[in-house]
């Protein structure tokens, strides 16, 4: 199963879809509300803002947009090796929980996130699950970033 799902990679690198990368654009709406561009036309934009007192909380803010990332990135790529594995997925959610702490100088910070996934598969299908559960997280780009961290540079130009 490992050669299927490294040869889905590999053709979808191919493809470009994700190997070279992608960029997005954030623009001001007005106080701490902002429209998020993507690289491609056919996705909508998103407008973020943060919670209250600071922003108008109109929606998620960069911490639940995050969370959402984490959840979704390993709910698909738990659901792509159960398809790869031919497991009839009947359902499929997933809960995010994110815990918030304080950094040695007080400094507000994603302290844990929780996944909790939740997967309906036939009964026959439950072995084919099992093989999948011990290695799909090794596989979502998003969360293996973020467990490892990621390299940020930042540059302001006025």
């Known amino acids: 199963m490992e050669d299927n799902l490294s040869r889905g990679q590999a053709s979808e690198a191919k493809a470009g879809s994700h190997a070279e990368g992608f960029s997005i654009e954030i623009e001001r709406i007005q106080d701490y509300e902002f429209r998020v561009k993507f690289d491609k036309e056919q996705y909508a934009e998103l407008i973020t803002d943060e919670p209250q007192p600071i922003g108008k909380d109109k929606a998620p803010n960069a911490s639940r947009i995050l969370a959402a990332a984490v959840g979704n990135c390993l709910t ?4 792509f090796c159960t398809e790869k594995s031919r497991a009839n997925v009947k359902s499929l959610r ?10 040695e100088r007080g400094r507000l910070r994603i302290g844990k996130i929780g996944v909790e996934i939740f997967p309906v598969v036939d009964e026959q299908d439950r072995p084919k699950l099992q093989r999948c559960l011990d290695k799909f997280e090794e596989f979502c780009v998003v969360t293996q970033s973020v467990r490892h961290g990621i390299d940020v540079s930042v540059s302001v130009k006025s």
């Open 76 to 79: 698909a790529s738990l659901l």
């Open 94 to 103: 997933t809960k995010v929980k994110v815990e918030n702490a304080r950094n």
